[in-house]
């Protein structure tokens, strides 16, 4: 039964990989593009952008959407569905667009705080951003239906395209045309309108004529503390941007930024399992069953993490080599903050198995304390290290944060909902990655032929460590040939 959950979330989760990863691959797939035509100043603009949409997404929101994650989920009334959704979706739409006009009008005030350099004037970027964050508030929550009526194919297939669509008309205006970082804008507003024009219908079953006060309050009892909690989550994940310009200026913003991503595919891993985890476990009746459920997947979730890990940090030199070309000389000197980034990433996707007994027992009001003291952590640090190491300040400060708050969050669950980890097991993961990612160090700088095999090889005794520890029992290796369809073992 256990495994059968499992099966149920790897396949959950892997659909919405196709749509997320394969999506949100889009912010990788284009970091060879910004790494090579564009200016570090550029990236540094494009960045401290994203990172205001990153913001304002937050408080537009008014955390109504993982509200309707827990409301809309399992088995509810379909009269009651409609009125919650309705009540959601009527109360975005009106404080969406009294936020958008504000920042509509105030563009050339905005541009001028946060990024304006050598008297370029960015007003029209900030007209664009408004457009961006109301058309993507009025299609999340549509998006927000199709996982809590667990519809994965759907949110795949137009994550998939929205970001197809915008990948094609970014190389089409910048590599193509020339028209540099604005179009980047620009191809963010016509996919945020395909999403939401595509999905509509979709709401349109939902969504009716009503708007219940009730409703209304208790969608905003449990979402609302979402809301300082993303904030201080993007405080984490985006304060820094900020900092970087006010201490080192917007050159040092874009460097941080592409190396940055080249640790994206450990983010956007917790990205899609977070997509997939709170409907799963919500899902599950029995609640013994969930301990047992957020049990192995804990442990499954820190190997499969402790890898990639691995094989990213490795790789760090390589990968900026690769992306950035000529302009290589740009980026690697901040190649250091590579394992840093890695790393604080995958805590993060600890934090998020963690929250499976905030939103089984709806204990929301957690989640700002937890979130808000990593914020706090982050942004001293920041303000200590940047000034003096730089970009790798900045990497500490991350990975501090999401390492104390998987700590705080643990803490607070564990009586609450009680999950009997496999402390043992999870010890053994940790000596092994700290086993490997020391024996490979020496080899880091050797960038031949040799090096590169000589630290594959010693990647593979990752699995082989754990394998000479006995990691897995008998029955757990067949148990995992049925999850990932391979054939049992004789």
């Known amino acids: 039964m256990i495994f059968d959950r499992i099966r149920t979330l790897a396949k959950q989760t892997a659909v919405y990989g ?38 304002s997404a937050a408080v537009y929101s008014l955390g109504l959407n993982p509200a309707l994650i827990r409301f809309l989920s399992g088995d509810t009334e379909p009269k009651d569905s409609q009125v919650k959704f309705s009540t959601a979706y009527w109360t975005l739409i009106g404080f969406g667009a009294v936020l958008s006009t504000g920042i509509w009008q105030y563009s ?8 304006t350099s050598d008297g370029v004037s960015y007003a029209d970027i900030f007209q664009l951003i408004a457009a961006i964050v109301l058309l993507d508030t009025l299609s999340e929550p549509l998006f927000t239906l199709c996982r809590a009526r667990q519809r994965s194919g759907l949110y795949a297939i137009v994550r998939f395209v ?27 507003v016509v996919s945020s309108a395909f999403a939401l024009i595509v999905l509509l219908p979709v709401g349109l079953r939902q969504l009716r004529l009503v708007f219940k006060f009730s409703c209304f309050r208790e969608l905003l009892l449990f979402g ?22 006010f201490f080192l200026g917007l050159e040092s913003v874009g460097t941080f930024t592409v190396v940055y991503k080249i640790c994206l595919p450990m983010l956007l891993i917790v990205r899609v399992f977070r997509a997939a985890w709170a409907p799963a476990i919500l899902a599950i009746p029995d609640r013994p069953e969930s301990l047992e459920v957020v049990r192995r997947v804990t442990t499954y979730f820190a190997m499969g993490g402790a890898f990639l890990f691995l ?67 982050n942004f001293g640090i920041n303000l200590i290290l940047i000034p003096r190491i730089g970009l790798t300040g900045a990497a500490w400060s991350t990975l501090a944060a999401y390492g104390f708050m998987s700590l705080l969050l643990f803490l607070f669950t564990r009586r609450s909902f009680p999950v009997r980890y496999e402390y043992g097991r999870l010890l053994k993961i940790g000596v092994a990655l700290l086993v490997v990612h020391v024996g490979v160090s020496s080899y880091l700088d050797v960038s031949t032929a040799t090096g590169v095999i000589t630290r594959l090889i ?15 029992d008998p029955q757990e290796w067949a148990d995992l040939r049925s999850l990932f369809k391979l054939s049992k073992a004789n």
């Open 18 to 55: 196709m749509g997320d990863i394969l999506g949100k691959a889009v912010g990788v797939l284009l970091v060879p593009l910004y790494a090579r035509l564009l200016s570090t100043t550029e990236n540094g603009v494009i960045s401290l952008a994203f990172a205001f949409i990153g913001f």
């Open 224 to 245: 609302l503390p979402f809301v300082p909690s993303t904030i201080a989550l993007l405080v984490i994940n985006l304060s820094d941007r900020f900092l970087l310009k």
């Open 311 to 377: 094989l990213i940090s490795t790789f760090g030199k390589e990968f900026i080599l690769l992306i950035a070309g000529a302009e290589s000389a740009n980026y690697l000197p901040a190649r250091d903050i590579i394992p840093l980034i890695t790393l604080a990433f995958l805590f993060s996707g600890i934090y998020i198995v963690l929250t499976a007994g905030v939103y089984v027992e709806g204990r929301s009001r957690a989640l700002p304390v937890v979130v808000g003291a990593g914020a706090v952590i």
């Open 162 to 188: 929205q970001h197809s669509i915008q990948l094609g008309l970014t190389i089409y205006l910048i590599a193509g045309l020339g028209y540099g970082v604005r179009a980047i804008f620009w191809t963010n």
């Open 108 to 115: 050339a005030t905005l541009a001028g705080t946060l990024l």
């Open 458 to 472: 010693i990647l593979l005794v990752f699995p082989l460590i754990l394998w000479g520890w006995r990691f897995f």
